[in-house]
């Protein structure tokens, strides 16, 4: 492919870019990090799916946004306090 043919990309997506870039370095190192793994049962796997299919997002976004509900649920909407570090 030559260079003629190639679009060049536009402001939209190197905007995107970049901000993915900027959340990535935003990350704690991966050593920080715990790893989980989780045994649903199928009623509960069943209704991520549903989720995902509702706000047409992928599962892995879907089981976040679980996550983030039921966080703020329990303890409430974050205060821009606890959002810095």
Same mark, same amino acid.
């Given at each position: 492919m030559s /260079? /003629? +043919?190639q679009k060049?990309?536009?402001d939209t997506?190197?905007?995107r870019r970049k901000r993915q870039q900027v959340r990535l370095l935003k990350l704690r190192d991966? /050593? +920080?990090r715990v790893r989980i793994s989780l045994r649903l049962e199928a009623?509960? +796997?069943e209704k991520l799916d549903q989720l995902a299919e509702l706000r047409?997002? +992928?599962r892995n976004t879907a089981i976040s946004l679980a996550i983030a509900q039921d966080w703020i649920a329990c303890f409430g909407p974050p205060n821009a306090h606890s959002l810095k570090r």
């Open positions: /260079e /003629e +043919d060049p990309e536009n997506v190197q905007r991966k /050593e +920080d009623t509960v +796997d047409g997002l +992928d």
